[in-house]
């Protein structure tokens, strides 16, 4: 008979029959007393058979599990591959004859797979750990060797097996079956499968991620063991659809939190540390992550940084951030900042550390992405950004960060968070294209609180000073933008709907807020960044050693200059005038009439700069402007170094040797009057009053003979014409003036001779002296009454609307207070004869005051 063909149960003896063709009794059954005689020799047989599969570790099946040579030939093959001493490892010989018997029968290979997780579970029983692993690699090796049509037949046992082994309380077996599912993890597979899990591996593996073995060198192991587990799950189901989705909530939030939590160790020396190959599971997990995936991924992160209080330190968060947005799809950023400021928004009432830290990483996120990171809704972001700026501003004024006034805040801490957000506003603005920075600086302007124009947006609580700070915090972020805005055309980059509100600041009497806005003019305006090189104030400037990059004026920046220049001069001449401009204001004007001077370098314009400095000369020698020696030396000053600066533009050579002449006498004789001694740290002022000779003075006649003969001489005519402040169109119409401007006006004007805060009324006794010298001293004050009238007439008839609504709001809590005064006075009842004052019928806070009382 050939080998391997075995006998027809019909044809073969009936000693050999075998057991499972026999008919066996029924269970409960018993042999009889009297039972045939071939029944009672068949009974030692059937024990000894019995026997022989117990000691194989076999169901009972008969001779072929007794005899080895009559067993299948799969499960002789397979029992071939295990030498008798495990140190020997595989028999590779016994292992290629069962490849080959696999391949030519592939539809034994489940058999095949089943009796080897078989003999595993047996090895492992019995704690024989070196006859597992040899198990293991065959599985692996018929893995590899079976073609894809046929593994399914493979799996499933090979899974099982992994299972078991994950299972077990040893690290080395850990490490063996996380090796042997990474290379299965590797094939690729043609054929579905509709029916696997790997719900199981995912929580192993991230367990394993977790572990706290007392050995570190273990534990590192074991943790690197299940991030390679955690990333073979990922390469095995992330590309098939059919396999189980692992972008669910359930998954992430196992899977990212294990990641997270070994990028947190330091990185080790060694490639193969666990913050190594975390970084390497993270980033391929979200380069692969598709569109809808993004927020699960994002979302387990932001809180795990929560609950570990990551955010505090930046340094972490940041660098988490920075490994998710260099890892996704470009087109996909987006999704990554609407989460961070859906979380910021969320966490609006946390401690001030947790929103800087918040507003760090967005600052980071959008320096990475230079394109497309902001989306389809890019004023959210920075609306979002405001919102912040605004409840931070609320925070400090009130010292706490929550509206139940039970978690306390400091002022640097939310000043941290303050430039933090305005640093993160300018960051978002340098990723967007010209027109969308232009609509963003209009956004902006729209939120700055004005008295008078524009609402209010610090809360009741923070009232005039919370208004303050936002305008503030909003004029430093519209610098944050500026900055960097990039414009050839001065049209488009200060549109009159922006120049005019950004001018009005101007006029306010907060002196930050009049610096800030000199510093947006002059970074929109410099357009070769040439602001750098005027730093800082200087008569000893020269012009070829700046290298100042200039260009011709284009139509489009004179068509600027015909419609804006005297509003533009109109305002640097008012901010002069202002008592509470310093060293850093002279210096901004001198910055800005440099950069116009260099950008917009036209005969007109050059000589209308001349114009207006040589105004600014008169308003320093001026009796009538109350302005301090420091102010009077500082406006000097910086006439000095303009027409220095702008004598050198290619200007007559006769213009300059006038200005080196009066330079050189102010040095020798008047050294305060020049921008190294009074625009420095420690101004060397003159004691008492300033007294100008007229050899320190610019003389108008002489710049003006200068310039006849040259092709300036065009424009001398209007150099003859003394230069005064022109009203705007907006400015004739804000002449028609109520009731209530001219009540806010005369209050303007007696404000300089009233303190801020509120005196009680105390009464005098009036005696014949005092009758006697008010009637001889009725001249003197009618002339001050008169006085005092035509400066109202003439404040009336020249300040513009933005002027008067600016003055009018920074004295709004002045005339709040005097209305308490006066309504005091007259809801007070007349005292009574008992000596007690009755009840007043209606209480001063519950009276409402008509809206004409307050301007």
Not at 410 to 422: C, K, N, P, W
Not at 483 to 505: D, V
Not at 820 to 831: A, Y
């Amino acid at each position: 008979m050939p080998r391997g063909m075995t006998l027809h149960p019909r044809d073969q003896p009936p000693e050999f029959t075998p057991w499972h063709h026999r008919a066996q009794p029924a269970q409960g059954d018993f042999p009889a007393p009297g039972c045939c005689h071939a029944d009672r020799l068949q009974a030692p047989r059937r024990l000894l058979q019995d026997c022989c599969s117990v000691l194989d570790h076999q169901t009972a099946g008969g001779l072929c599990g007794c005899c080895w040579a009559l067993r299948p030939r799969y499960k002789r093959l397979v029992d071939n591959i295990f030498p008798e001493d495990p140190e020997d490892g595989l028999v590779k010989a016994n292992m290629e004859k069962l490849t080959f018997f696999a391949l030519s029968a592939p539809e034994k290979l489940d058999r095949i797979a089943a009796y080897l997780s078989e003999r595993l579970t047996r090895e492992l029983n019995r704690h024989r750990y070196g006859y597992v692993c040899i198990a293991m690699e065959a599985l692996e090796q018929l893995l590899l060797a079976c073609h894809c049509q046929s593994i399914n037949l493979l799996v499933e046992s090979f899974l099982s097996t992994l299972r078991l082994l994950l299972e077990a309380d040893k690290p080395h077996l850990h490490v063996l079956a996380t090796n042997s599912f990474v290379k299965f993890a590797n094939i690729e597979e043609d054929t579905p499968s509709y029916h696997r899990s790997y719900d199981f591996f995912v929580s192993r593996f991230s367990e394993m991620c977790h572990s706290e073995h007392e050995d570190p060198e273990t534990q590192s192991k074991i943790r690197v063991s299940g991030i390679r587990g955690l990333q073979g799950v990922v390469r095995k189901t992330v590309d098939d659809e059919l396999q189980v989705n692992i972008w669910e909530p359930r998954h992430m939030e196992q899977i990212v939190p294990a990641l997270l939590l070994n990028l947190e160790q330091h990185p080790n020396s060694s490639s193969w540390s666990p913050a190594e190959q975390t970084e390497v599971c993270f980033r391929e997990l979200l380069g692969r992550a598709a569109y809808g995936h993004i927020n699960n991924a994002v979302k387990p992160v932001l809180m795990h940084l929560d609950s570990h209080s990551l955010w505090e330190g930046r340094g972490f968060a940041v660098r988490c951030f920075q490994i998710i947005m260099f890892s996704i799809q470009s087109q996909h950023s987006h999704l990554v900042v609407q989460q961070l400021l859906g979380h910021l928004d969320a966490n609006s009432r946390s401690p001030p550390w947790v929103r800087a830290g918040i507003v760090e990483v967005l600052s980071e996120v959008a320096v990475i992405k230079a394109t497309g990171s902001v989306g389809p809704t890019v004023l959210e972001v920075f609306n979002t950004l405001l919102r912040q700026l605004r409840q931070s501003v609320h925070y400090q004024l009130t010292g706490y960060y929550d509206n139940a006034g039970k978690h306390k805040t400091s002022a640097s801490q939310e000043r941290t968070l303050q430039d933090a957000v305005i640093k993160t506003i300018g960051s978002f603005a340098n990723t967007l294209p010209v027109y969308q920075r232009s609509e963003v600086m209009l956004f902006i302007m729209g939120k700055i609180p004005v008295p008078g124009i524009y609402p209010a947006l610090g809360s009741p609580n923070t009232g005039f000073e919370g208004s303050r700070m936002i305008q503030v915090m909003l004029l430093k972020s519209l610098l944050q933008v500026s900055e960097r805005y990039e414009s050839t055309n001065l049209l488009t980059a200060l549109p009159s709907s922006f120049l005019e509100p950004l001018l009005s600041f101007t006029l306010m009497e907060d002196p930050e807020i009049r610096l800030l806005v000199l510093s947006i003019l002059t970074s929109l305006i410099d357009r070769h960044h040439n602001s750098s090189r005027f730093a800082s104030a200087s008569v000893t400037v020269d012009v070829s050693a700046l290298e100042l990059k200039e260009d011709t004026c284009s139509k489009q920046d004179n068509l600027f200059m015909r419609k804006h220049a005297q509003r533009l001069y109109r305002h640097v001449y008012l901010t002069c005038k202002e008592e509470t401009s310093g060293q850093s204001h002279y210096q901004a004007l001198f910055t800005l009439l440099a950069v116009l001077g260099v950008e917009l370098s036209s005969e007109e314009v050059l000589v209308d700069l001349i114009r207006l400095v040589l105004a600014l000369q008169d308003l320093a020698i001026s009796n009538q402007e109350y302005l301090s020696v420091l102010n009077r030396c500082g406006v000097h000053a910086l006439c000095a170094a303009a027409l220095c600066l702008l004598s050198k533009l290619g200007l007559p050579l006769a213009l300059q040797q006038h200005v080196t002449q009066v330079v050189e006498s102010r040095q020798k004789r008047a050294p305060h009057l020049l921008p190294e001694h009074a625009l420095c740290d420690k101004p060397r002022l003159p004691a008492g009053d300033l007294k100008v000779d007229e050899e320190f003075l610019f003389i108008q006649s002489t710049i003006g003979e200068s310039l006849n003969g040259s092709s300036y001489g065009a424009h001398c005519d209007r150099l003859n014409t003394p230069y005064t402040p022109q009203l705007s169109d907006e400015d004739r119409l804000s002449k028609r003036k109520s009731v209530g401007d001219v009540a806010s006006l005369q209050l303007d004007m007696d404000a300089h001779s009233t303190p801020h805060t509120p005196q009680k009324p105390q009464t005098e006794q009036i005696t014949f002296e005092m009758l006697k010298n008010t009637i001889e001293d009725r001249g003197g004050v009618e002339e001050e009454e008169r006085r005092k009238r035509l400066q109202l007439v003439e404040k009336f008839q020249t300040a513009s609307f933005e002027e008067i609504a600016a003055h009018c709001g920074s004295r709004a809590s002045l005339l709040h207070s005097k209305l308490e005064q006066v309504f005091d006075l007259i809801i007070r009842p007349p005292p009574s004869p008992s000596g007690q004052s009755p009840p007043r019928s209606t209480p001063l806070h519950q009276m409402k005051f008509p809206d004409l009382c307050v301007y």
